[in-house]
């Protein structure tokens, strides 16, 4: 079992930046690979970003390429999601999700194991 913890939402003027963070713990971090996932009101969950378990390659979507960056810190069994120059279509609820055992796919959710309970980004304009 891998449990997951994020942090660092709230709300932010349009053009600001927040940085989530994801806490693991329970089996090895270094062997999952990471996603960023959000859902606003009324949407289907989707895909933000990802990060290889190696760190050597990176996924965004392409609404937050240029904006939004993905890294970890294994060390400190922690990933990131920094977001800069918010929008106001940015607002939704933002989960960390950790899997293993896939190749490529990095956006599907359904292959993703394990999840955090979400935290709120609210941007106003």
């Known amino acids: 079992q891998v449990q997951l913890v994020e942090s660092g939402g709230g709300l932010v003027q349009a053009g600001g930046s927040l940085r989530l963070s994801c806490a693991a713990s329970?089996?090895?971090?270094?062997?999952?690979?990471m996603g960023w996932f959000r859902q606003a009101p009324g949407k289907v969950r989707g895909f933000v970003s990802a990060?290889?378990?190696?760190?050597?390659?990176?996924y965004y979507e392409d609404s937050v390429k240029g904006r939004f960056t993905i890294s970890r810190d294994n060390a400190k069994t922690t990933v990131y999601l920094q977001m800069n120059s918010l929008k106001p279509e940015d607002t939704a609820v933002y989960y960390c999700?950790?899997?293993?055992?896939?190749?490529?796919?990095?956006?599907?959710?359904?292959?993703?194991?394990?999840w955090g309970q979400g935290t709120q980004v609210t941007v106003s304009s």
């Open positions: 329970g089996r090895t971090f270094s062997g999952y690979d």
């Open positions: 990060i290889k378990k190696s760190s050597a390659s990176t």
């Open positions: 999700a950790a899997r293993s055992g896939y190749v490529g796919g990095y956006g599907n959710a359904r292959t993703y194991n394990y």
